[in-house]
């Protein structure tokens, strides 16, 4: 018996589109979605970072033509200023204190508002609402006035006894004032810390009832390494904001850093240097200094989370 195949339709074989023109197409609209975000990037973030990576080994003052002076800010910086090893200190200071007091903060609120409660759902919110503000200069003049000499904390620690003649005004309280101020914002990673809970499941919490677990073993043993991813993200975040710190500092100190340097964040140095003294090039050295400091922290911290992150699935 003999079998034949009929000739496909030379119509038919015109009409099918080819894999690698669709493939063309798709890619093609995808270029073009993007196109707005890679001229954005280009313009607004790998331009300027590539200028400023220039302009550090230069002398610029804004009104005359940048002069090539090789390492000489980089030297200056390491060598010669004081004040930069100044904002150096106050920064990691802020950053020491501030992060994980945030963080502890914010996981207990969220350990309180995961259990069900009547309200909830306004609890939430009242304790996101300081995050909605953000760090904007009404706030930070706010918080100014409550710490100032006749302010609300002042006069309320009157009251018991502890005058503390104005914490801004204080070298060895001002930079809690900020810190305070960071504190209070912790809606954000709290609302991040709750979404993380909610994925815990019960089953867990209840075998571990079972086997007798008080409170803080279940936490230890059960809460804490399933949460250890978001608290992870949420470091990373606040690690990398904690160093970017300027509004609430130039408002509080009054664009100064006073009182004698005490909250002279590296951001507000790198302003100072920039916009009061013009002096671009030192100010673009000091920008690529602090951008080096991020990676090396952020690359620390994914390094140490090997030990003490665990993921679902995860034999450790």
């Keep these: 018996m003999t079998v034949t195949m009929s000739k ?3 119509g038919a074989r015109r009409a099918a589109p080819r894999p690698a023109k669709r493939r063309e197409r798709r890619d093609g609209a995808a270029w073009v979605f993007l196109s707005p975000w890679l001229v954005g990037a280009a313009l ?13 080994f230069t002398d610029y003052d804004l009104f005359t033509a940048p002069e090539f002076i090789g390492t000489a800010n980089y030297e200056r910086m390491f060598f010669e200023d004081p004040r930069f090893w100044k904002s150096v200190g106050v920064t990691l200071n802020y950053v020491l204190v501030a992060v ?3 963080l502890a903060v914010a996981l207990g609120i969220a350990l309180l508002l995961n259990r069900p409660r009547k309200g909830q759902g306004f609890y939430r919110s009242a304790f996101y609402a300081p995050s909605l503000l953000g ?15 006749d302010g609300v904390v002042d006069n309320t620690l009157g009251v018991f006894g502890l005058d503390l003649g104005g914490w801004i005004s204080n070298p060895s309280l001002a930079l809690y004032v900020l810190v305070s101020l960071t504190v209070w914002q912790f809606g954000a990673p709290m609302v991040i810390f709750l979404a993380g809970l909610k994925q815990i499941p019960s089953e867990l919490y209840d075998a571990a009832s079972v086997d007798g677990a008080g409170k803080w073993r279940t936490f230890w043993s059960v809460t804490w390494p399933l949460l250890s ?8 975040l606040e690690m990398i904001g904690a160093f970017q710190s300027f509004t609430s500092a130039y408002v509080v100190s009054g664009g100064r850093g006073g ?9 507000l140095y790198l302003y100072d240097r920039a916009f009061t003294a013009f002096d671009m090039g030192y100010a673009s050295a000091m920008a690529w200094f602090l951008l080096i400091v991020i990676a090396i922290v952020t ?4 390094r140490s989370s090997r030990s003490w992150v665990h993921y679902s699935g995860d034999d450790r």
Excluded: E, H, Q, Y
């Design 8 to 10: 496909p339709d030379a």
């Design 44 to 56: 607004l973030t790998i331009g300027p970072m590539i200028a400023s990576l220039i302009l550090s």
């Design 100 to 102: 994980p007091l945030k």
């Design 135 to 149: 760090a904007s200069v009404a706030v930070a003049i706010v918080w100014r006035t409550l710490f100032s000499n």
């Design 229 to 236: 991813p978001v608290l992870f993200f949420n470091l990373v």
């Design 259 to 267: 009182p004698i340097d005490s909250t002279l964040f590296f951001t």
């Design 299 to 302: 690359a620390l911290i994914f």
